[in-house]
T-cell receptor
Framework: EAQVTQNPRYLITVTGKKLTVTCSQN?????MSWYRQDPGLGLRQIYY???????DKGDVPEGYKVSRKEKRNFPLILESPSPNQTSLYFC???????????????FGQGTRLTVV | AQKVTQAQTEISVVEKEDVTLDCVYE???????LFWYKQPPSGELVFLIR??????QNEISGRYSWNFQKSTSSFNFTITASQVVDSAVYFC????????????FGSGTQLTVLP
């Protein structure tokens, strides 16, 4: 089954304690990205990756890091979380080839992060 | 820069009523893709439809239908004979051909269907 898997689903942490949210996809997609969802703002892109070792900033990258050492994995790292990073996070993957049904983005189940 | 506007923040209807969710977009590209996603109370994002900019045909899938009009830059979504299970947040999104597959989302419309 084609899927994007995020872990954990829920996380409560304290300010300044480093954390990593993992994301893995089994569709051999080149493109992966992270979004955060906040009330009234929809989803906004944090970082994206076009392929292994290729990452770039999205619209709201401050306070986040990513890495793409393997094609299937794209972890999101918060080195020093702050309360304004409390949000619902989604990982997504898709093929970079615009053809047929390949334009759909597959989303993970979401990670609800609370920073106190 | 691309932008998606969903002006309706919240909509409430009574079961079996028809409801239309509006989506207006801005883009400079001639090639782009439009999407609708559903987010039920459980939180996951459920893909509903993708449309490319060269296909203006309206689409119907069961009780769902979509009206794409390039002249007004709109991609509206209609649910016919709404049901309580349709209650969710609905997001419209845009992806430009040259934007490295980034999705730009609208702010979402919370639809509540009352029994």
């Amino acid at each position: 089954e084609a899927q994007v898997t995020q872990n954990p689903r829920y996380l409560i942490t304290v300010t300044g304690k480093k954390l990593t949210v993992t994301c893995s996809q089994n569709m051999n997609h080149e493109y992966m990205s992270w979004y955060r969802q906040d009330p009234g703002l929809g989803l906004r892109q944090i970082y994206y990756s076009m392929n292994v070792e290729v990452t770039d900033k999205g619209d709201v990258p401050e306070g986040y890091k990513v890495s793409r050492k393997e094609k299937r994995n794209f972890p999101l790292i918060l080195e020093s979380p702050s309360p304004n990073q409390t949000s619902l996070y989604f990982c997504a993957s898709s093929s970079i080839f615009i053809q047929g049904s390949n334009t759909e983005a597959f989303f993970g189940q979401g990670t609800r992060l609370t920073v106190v | 820069a691309q932008k998606v506007t969903q002006a309706q923040t919240e909509i409430s209807v009574v079961e079996k009523e028809d409801v239309t969710l509006d989506c207006v977009y801005e883009t400079r590209d001639t090639t782009y893709y439009l999407f609708w996603y559903k987010q039920p109370p459980s939180g996951e994002l459920v893909f509903l439809i993708r449309r490319n900019s060269f296909d203006e045909q309206n689409e119907i899938s069961g009780r769902y239908s979509w009206n794409f009009q390039k002249s007004t830059s709109s991609f509206n979504f209609t649910i016919t004979a709404s049901q309580v299970v349709d209650s969710a947040v609905y997001f419209c999104a845009l992806s430009e051909y040259g934007s490295a597959r980034q999705l730009t989302f609208g702010s979402g419309t919370q639809l509540t269907v009352l029994p």
